[in-house]
């Protein structure tokens, strides 16, 4: 039996954790799989008669939760030509309060990268060949 620990950055909720290990237990010769969202790892024992440390890690880098989690650059809020991720602003009315806006175009898209999870538009698609 064999232990393979590796980082997914890309796991960082519930639902990838979920993905993650129905991904893996499809796979012959996976035995256990301990996942974790909050560290963005999991730990996998398996045969290594039956799969590869390979196989294992490009099913993985197929469904995208391998490498590195792109994020947006907050930018600088006074220069008025640049837009901005985030803009933050203090709310008078309860003194030190702290609240974040943001202004998000939706085109049908998922609102950050979400590996194993696509656009609502494509859900409803596949429930209806489905049903």
Known sequence: ???LTLQLPKMYADH???E????LEEMPG???IYASSAFHQAQIEYDGR???EEDLTAKLEEAGYMGEMPMDVEREAHQEDTPFFRKTAVIEQVGSSVSF???VNGQGRPLWPCPGVGTLTEIEK???EVG
């Open 101 to 103: 806006a943001q202004e």
């Open 30 to 32: 996976v035995k256990a």
């Open 50 to 52: 039956q799969v590869k």
């Open 20 to 23: 993650v290990r129905r991904l």
């Open 16 to 18: 990838h954790v979920v």
């Open 1 to 3: 039996m064999k232990k």
């Open 126 to 128: 596949e429930m209806e």
